[in-house]
Structures are given as structure tokens and as C-alpha cells.
């Protein structure tokens, strides 16, 4: 039988050879992209092992766009190398595109055609049979709740619709390593946690995903580590986890379920730090704190204490306050002198 | 291999990983044929171009203006008309083409048709074979126009193919020219504009409307020396709808079928390279 599941022992393609284990799906060393006398991508290295998500960060002109074009053989890079399944893409681009899907910044799917449609041109460009076809489009539009929407005209399909269309029609061929260019830009948040949902599952099975986004939540909620784009420069780079760490102002939360026991755990809690703040109204004080430790000790403190408590956790910056601290600007904001993202 | 099928039942579970084959640059382009033609069924007035619009030229040059226009043609200006309008008519396919592709590489159609494993001449090929069945489409829509109105093909049958032949090789050369409109300009309204401007009248400014041995001595060496009249010129001979070009006239009218094959092969050699060179600038940046 000719298909295989994700999971596998022995998957692979036909026509790619497999990268060898443990070697990263996506690489790029040193990537440098001019356009005349602008300097897109200014020496960007990234490696993203196998079944992992890398989320690129940054804001508008940042190079995240140029970056996918160069990584998906869309355009070739000034200098350096990219690697995708083990190709290089500018020697091998034909190997690279077996190897790879994309999802672009617009929804590239053809409105006059009917979500079926689509989903049959890029299969049939892929070179499968018609069989495989209906039972990749069948799953695909089913996976993506558009089996109802399937034989309409694109034209008449919500902003969502559209994107979950796009996203199933790079899916066709089931590529091992998945790009997306801001793949939830312009969805309503309901869409956009659908499609998070989406890219969990597709990640499940086993493919390697490269996604740029600018919505800090996006990356903190999907990707295993994170690269800081801006200005053609990966600035800091690091699981979700570290950068928030990196950017410190962590802070223990606690809630104590009796108001009466305020003034108790203030005292407790000065064990740990000289400021803690008190807010009566939410019953909760706050303190900052180096990281988890600071989070158990608390506990062993208020376990052998006569103090109820309603929460105790660890309060960690949020993504865009990352941002801030590393770039001095926020991530939503495009830089004053930012290049022109090239758009798809 | 059960296990496989009870997996792909539940949403949650495996994705084939289906087998990519190697096609052919003909598979790939015939593909993208077949979407661009479905295009037209679900809209089909972008055929008014080859359809409305000709046979509103017919109406107005046969009965309005025909009157007016004194050939030298036997069976008379209808007949001689036709293959003018027939020449525009084809010369349009360029305009058809440029939209199509400016309308792709806006959308990102065409980014992501080159992240595929395919050829990337297949789009350029897939929207030149659309193209031509699209003007095939208005060749015999003039041509039942014609019947209706007069026209006859009065030559050999073989002459009649010929003349057949040479539009399609047009079109063909005008394809070229399409690609280079539609990937250098950034709208489809630039592409009207651009092509409104020039394809308009060079037409006009030949033997297309009216015989160029009645204009104006600049004029006539102009229009004599464009392109399209050799073809009009040549078409009619073959169709038997009009005599040899007259003493006097320009060399490509003395021989308009090797003229027009000279041009067709000219601006293929010109707007060939210049338009993939136009075509790569633009989508691979």
C-alpha cells in the first residue's frame, strides 16, 4: 500500500530522501536577502527538529515574509543556505517543494473554484491520482469542518472558511514540513483558536512547523521555541518559557480564601520578598519571584500554615512585555523606518 | 491494512502521506488549463470579449459605417470586413492573458503554484492554452456571424485552413506579449489601460477597417507596414474574400502569408525571452 501513516516506522517519500534522524527538518544558516540597496534579512540562522514548531516572531518589515520566501524556494537568497527535509533550497528547490507546504500571508485560494476544486488542481499538480485525491479531500475537508462548503464557490466562504481552505489545500500531499506566513492574520478569534486546534493536531502527527506570526499569544500558545525577528535580525531566541524568563518581573500570585488571613500571609510572604503588594478587593498579594522555586517554597510556607488558600501560581510577563523589553518597541507597532514587508 | 482506515475515520487521527509522482510539463499545464477554464464556465462573461463585443463591431462597421467604405472586393466591405475584425478580435488574446496572469500573481496564486513540485513554465503554458481555446471560442463565433451576414470562404479548403492557421499562430505570438503586460504591470487596471491604448489602435491604423490605399501617404506606409494588416491581408487571400494587394502597396502586402509568418516568428523571438525574463523579475523577488 502506498501510504503510510505519519507515526510510522517507515515513513518517508518516495521521490525525498529522509532526513536522517534526530537531523533538523528546517535549517537555515546565515540567510541574507537584498532587494537593490535594502537589506531584508540581514544573516538570519535558525534549526527546527523534526515534529517541532518554530514561531518567528515580529513586527510588520520585520523579514519574516522574505525569510519563508527564501526557506520555500520562492526566491533565492543573496547568501547563505537554507535546508528543508535535508535539500538545500537553492540547488534542490524541486526537492525542497516535494518536502514542503505552504500557506502564504493572503488566503491563495481560487474563488471562482470550489473549495473540491482547489483541493483537486493542487493534488493533481502534485501528481496524485484521482483516488487519492477524493480520500485526501474528503479527510481534509472533514478535518477542517468544510465538508458542507466543499462543493461551493470560494467566493461565498467566510474569512475563516477561507483560511482553514488554504490551509487544507497545502495539506494535499500531507508534506512533512509545514510554512505558514501569519496563517490567523484578519480572523476573528473564534476562527483563530479553531486553527490553533488544527495546527496541535497536525503537529501530532508529526510534521515540522515553521509559523510566523505577530500575535505574541499565537506563538506562546503553539510553538516549542521561538526566534525574535526585527529588522532583518533575530534578536533573542528561546522557548516561550525562557524569553519570558529572560525578561524577568515574574511574580508569585497568591489568593487567600479568608480576607482575615491577609495580613498573616503578607508576613509569610515577606519571608520570600521585601515587596509584596497587598490587594484587599481580590483577597490576593503579589510579589515578585525569580521563577518556579520561589513558587514551591511559598507552598511549603503556607502548608504548614493554618492559612486557606484559594490560588497560588506563578505570574509570568507576557510575550508583548518581552517584546517591549528586547526591542524597545511594541510588536504590534511596524518600526518607524521598518522595510516594506514584500507582500505574496 | 485496516488500521490505517480506523485511524482516518476519527478526525484526530493520521494523515496520509500520499505519493508524490513526477508529471509531465503537459499534465502539470493541462491542469491549470482545466481551472482557468472552469473559470470561464462560472463566469461567463468574460467571454463577451470574443463574443458580444466582435459582433457589436460587425453591426457597426458592416451597417453603419460600411456604407461608407468603398472596397475593391467582389462580394463586397461584410465580406471583406470579417477577417479584420477576426485579426482584432485575436490580437485581444494578449489582452486576455495579461489580465489572467496580473490577476494570479496579485492574488498569490501563481507564489503558490511555484512552492509546488512542478514546472513554472506550466502556469505560463496552462494560461496560453486557456487563451487559445478562448479566442478559438470567438473564431467561430465570427465565424457563424459571418455566414449570417454574407461572408462565404471562397478559396480551397486547404486555403481556408490556412487562413485558419495563421489567426491561431497569432494568437499565439500575441501571448507573449500578454505575459509581458500581465507580469510587469500591478493591476488588472493597468493591464486595461496599457492594452486599451496600444491594441486599439494599432488595429485601427490597417487595413483591419478600411483599405489603406485610401489613406493619407504617411498613414498608408504605417499601416501597410503594421503587422496585423499582413495577416489580414493574408488571411483574406486565403479565404478568397479579396484580391492581391494593389501595385503600389508595401512589401508585406505583396506577400502578406510569409510577411505575417515573418512577424509571428519576429515577435515570438522579441517577446519571448523579454516576456519570461519580465515574468521571472517579478514572481521571484
Known sequence: MEKRAVGDPGYGRAMTATPAAGAPAIEAVDLVKHFGETVAVDGVSFSVPTGTVLGMLGPNGAGKTTTVRMMTTLTRPTSGTGRVAGHDVAREPDAVRRAMGLTGQAATVDELLTGRENLRLIGSLYGLDRATIKRQSDDLLERFSLTDAGDRVVKTYSGGMRRRLDLAVSLVATPPVLFLDEPTTGLDPRSRVELWEVLRELVGDGTTLLLTTQYLEEADQLADRIVVVDRGRIIAEGTPLELKDASGKAALVVTVSRPDDLDAAEGMLRGISDEVHVDRAARSLTAPAEGLRDVTRAAALFEGSEIELDDLGLQRPSLDDVFLHLTGHRAEEPTDDGLEEVSA | ?285
Not at chain 2, 514546472?119 to 478562448?134: C, F, M
Not at chain 2, 487595413?207 to 504617411?218: D, L, Q, R, T, Y
Open chain 2, 1 to 285: 491494512m485496516s488500521s490505517d482506515i480506523d485511524t482516518r475515520a476519527t478526525t484526530t487521527g493520521h494523515l496520509e502521506r500520499p505519493v508524490i509522482h513526477q508529471t509531465s510539463l503537459l499534465r502539470q499545464s493541462l491542469a491549470i488549463t482545466r481551472r482557468n477554464l472552469i473559470h470561464i464556465k462560472r463566469m461567463p462573461e468574460m467571454l463577451m470579449d470574443v463574443t458580444i463585443q466582435p459582433v457589436m463591431f460587425v453591426a457597426l462597421f458592416a451597417y453603419v459605417f460600411g456604407g461608407s467604405i468603398a472596397v475593391s472586393a467582389a462580394a463586397g466591405y461584410r465580406e471583406w470586413l470579417l477577417a479584420g475584425i477576426m485579426a482584432q478580435t485575436i490580437a485581444f488574446a494578449s489582452f486576455v492573458v495579461a489580465v489572467g496572469l496580473t490577476a494570479d500573481i496579485d492574488k498569490g496564486i501563481v507564489d503558490r503554484m511555484r512552492s509546488l513540485p512542478i514546472r513554472t513554465s506550466s502556469i505560463l503554458v496552462g494560461r496560453s492554452l486557456s487563451s487559445l481555446i478562448h479566442s478559438s471560442i470567438g473564431i467561430v463565433v465570427m465565424s457563424l456571424t459571418g455566414l449570417v451576414i454574407g461572408w462565404r470562404l471562397r478559396g480551397s479548403f486547404i486555403d481556408a485552413l490556412g487562413g485558419y492557421a495563421l489567426l491561431l499562430l497569432w494568437g499565439f505570438a500575441m501571448i507573449w506579449l500578454g505575459i509581458l503586460v500581465g507580469s510587469a504591470m500591478r493591476s488588472v487596471e493597468a493591464v486595461q489601460g496599457v492594452m486599451f491604448t496600444t491594441i486599439f489602435p494599432l488595429t485601427f491604423l490597417s487595413n483591419a477597417f478600411a483599405p489603406s490605399e485610401n489613406m493619407s501617404p504617411v498613414l498608408r506606409t504605417l499601416a501597410e507596414w503594421n503587422p496585423i494588416s499582413s495577416l489580414v491581408q493574408a488571411v483574406r487571400e486565403l479565404w478568397g474574400n479579396t484580391g492581391p494587394a494593389p501595385d503600389g502597396s508595401a512589401l508585406p502586402l505583396q506577400h502578406p502569408v510569409v510577411a505575417t509568418l515573418l512577424w509571428i516568428a519576429l515577435l515570438t523571438a522579441v517577446f519571448a525571452p523579454l516576456s519570461i525574463r519580465t515574468f521571472r523579475r517579478r514572481t521571484e523577488k
